[in-house]
């Protein structure tokens, strides 16, 4: 490489002469001396800055980790492309001939070595410059790939095919790829370059009849396409164990045209790749193209023959014939695998009866479920939260909110809930001040919360709430049963860190200084006047020095960083806000559900979010996209989404995690404590990720299965809860999940209930969700699973209830037709649309009672014009079998379906029956009633006056006369309200 930099042995060339030319203007070398101090300021300031916030929340470690592990990769494979690069155009330039033959090619190339040969030490080194430029950056780009091959972790099991343990696949084998990739790359560049430097300096001649070229040229070339030649060898023996996770077939990994026509198709060309490669080598002393040339052409025509018609052939007219028998065990490998990689294992599919009569004993027996049904819609309340407990413009909670549970009075209630976070967009435009935008209004204030089954503290039903959800945390200061579980002064409202909180703010004032961080508005705590607050949380970073603050006004391009006095000594700066944002930070290789939870937990609210590990290289697992699994009505994927790039199939719940709303702590813990790449990652970045028995007991009552992984496991398991190998192939038991009945483009969401799969069995927090046969609407199988984390015995197991093929029993769909056509809601709801309002239907939740599968639906109304409108709710809608229900209350709608059914005994007490009875709904007679019902409000007044009445009947026989004087006089204070309110009577149907 010496002679590269050396002048031409023999050649003394004369100067060239000096041009006097213009010299560059001074303001023009001080406008380009300034454009590039002020980029590269930029970029420090964006770098630095990071640096800053991840101090500021105690994951520096991980910032420089990543930091130095890019840089690391950048410069050993940028040197090892400019070592290529430049080390083939040095030995091209030394290999160069001496005497150069006078023909007009050469002549025509004189006056290119005369530009070149003055410059070619600054041209060599820009050349490698740039090449290593574009290498290093793609090299830093693969730093995950390194790290997870420098610290891979054995999962225990092989594959069946090449017996490696699924670790290689994961953790070696795309680090392995890249690498030969690089390779390849880095000497296609270099052939190319040495080839240019010989045609420039006569090693080769195009034009020359012979000796095209030079011997010097040829061996160069010959070894560099030899290297070429065994690294792609080495790309087709790697590609041998890419089969065990290639898409494209029947299924996922190997099929039997890749078992025995690719696979040994590869074997046999790595074979020719080592034999021609060695015919390149043996080129440099032989000095022929034939035979070279010979093995090229045979081994780009064993490619072509051996990797695409063969396997193609052995397709057509070995498989397709007999492709049941042929892919069977391939099926049934990718079951297996596939089962195992999303945590399927544990899915059992049992049989359900799905009775299509309910009556009264049976609705008795499952009683405990019914307080579990949600009927507060979370994805339609947002409105009515947003409208009823906002208290000003500048506060709101999310479009869609979060259902969880709390124990009140010793009960565990299911709520929805949101943050009550502050809204930037809500101010008036005349206090759109940058002092408000970003000293004033900080935070948000308090969770807002509702009980989902519309039932009081005491678990009673709400009647007069004109619709409104019945509160369990509400106003501003908050207050509610949330509130008083933390005594003496309450939970910690303030939300600095939100999902809507605003880009940045700058908090803090010095100390004696006044507050003018406005906590609670006017109004609201004190009468007339506004409280401030000063931020006095963890995280933030501290802006007091010029130089921060000139840090920061060039990252958020905000003059007003170094200009205004509310930046202050005390100050610091809070971004990176929303608790996606800063897990996905501090864990940039988690995968993060899209589902934060705002949950107060010891006096404080954390938002609760999950964290996933997933590959796409789990041998022989099925691949599908990520976003389209997890896309349904409440996330629906765009219709403009480009081909789907995030291919998985391997998905772990591996880490849960906590963002602090007041201070910012991210706290991350292992979740999945057998997960191989989790296992990984903790070597990788040590202390980050807790151990699970660091999760406190009462943060654990509040975790949650992850919806996203539910959304996943449910796309699976529609397909592959067939575990027989001819069953799938067939294709005849495929289920699918069915389109939402208010949004027919997307499916159905799954949604979170206290329910019970079996008769009598205690209600388990669930996510649940139903399935129709493929391109049908029928009702195939209802499918849930344990959602409560503190509850071990059920947390993510599944439960599938199979309906038999022999009775149709209608899906949400055609549910939601029946409802829409039914005389008795129709009338119900003819009021409201012809008051200028409309009807809104809510979720449609379906759950097993009684035997067979009870549809419950809210339906809401709302007015359709006017400021300030927000759904209310008005009715529920049931059904059963074929019998559909309506009521203000759930019960009032079971009441209607029993009566709709014919049922013997409602237990009401309202037939004119031949039996005997005692008044009190005990009655045994026919029910043959033929006069006008009462109204359904009475009829719950009623049904409760009922269990009164029969707590009473217990008393008695017990011998205790208090308790039974106690329940007869609020079974009469019952009946009395039901008098009441039953001035109006709707007709009933005929037994």
Known sequence: MSDFFADEPGEHEAPPPRREGRRPRPLILTLIVMAVLLIGFSLFAKFYTESLWFSSVGYGHVFSTLIWTKIGLFVIFGLVMALVVGGNLALAYRLRPMFRANSPEQANLDRYREVITPIRTILLIAISAVFALFAGTSAAGQWRSYLLWSHR?????????????IGFYVFTLPWLHWMVDFAITAFVIGLLASVFVHYIYGGIRLQARSGKVSGPAQAQISVVLGLLVLLKGLGY?????????????????????RDHAVLPSRNILVAIAIICALLFFANVVRRTWMLPAVGLALFALSAILLGGLWPALVQKYQVKPDEPDKESSFIANNIKATRTAFGLNDAKVTEYPAASTLTHPQLLADAASLPGIRLLDPNLVSSTFDQLQQVRGYYSVPDVLDVDRYNINGQERDMVVAAREINLNGLPTAQKKWANLHTVYTHGYGIIAAYGNQQDANNKPVLDTNGQPAWAEKNLPPQGVLTDANPPNGYRPQIYFGENSPPYSIVGEPKGAKSVELDVPQGSGSPGESRTNTYHGKDGVAIGSFFHKLLYAVKFGDPNFVLSSRVNSASKVLYYRSPVT???????????DSDALPAIVNGKIVWILDGYTTTD???????RSLQDMTSDSTAPRSPYATLPTDQINYMRNAVKATVDAYDGTVTLYEWDTKDPILKAWESIFPGVVKAKSDISPELLQHFRYPVDLYKVQRNMLATYHVTDSKTFYEGNDAWQVPED??????TQPPYRLSVATTPGAKPVFSLTSVYTPTNKQNLSAFMSVGADAADPSTYGQFQILRLPDTNQVSGPSQIASQFSSDPKIAAAVRNFKQNVGKVVYGNLLTLPVGGGLLYVQPLYTQRSSGAGTYPTLQFVLVSFGNQVGIGST????LTDVLNSAGSTDTGLGTGTGTGTGTGTGTGTGTGTTTGPGLPVAALTLLQEADVKFRAADRALKNGDLNLYAQDINAGRALVNQALSVSTTKAPTTKK
């Open 237 to 257: 023996y790697l590609g041998r164990f890419d089969l065990t996770s290639q898409s494209g077939g029947l299924v996922t990994g190997m099929t039997y045209s």
């Open 890 to 893: 759930l019960s009032a709608a």
């Open 582 to 592: 800063r897990l996905e930070k501090v864990a940039p290789w988690l995968t993060v």
């Open 741 to 746: 009945p208010s949004d027919a483009q997307n």
């Open 153 to 165: 972790q054995s999962f225990g099991t092989t594959d069946p095919y090449f017996h490696k343990d």
């Open 617 to 623: 290289r789990y041998p022989l697992s099925q691949k």
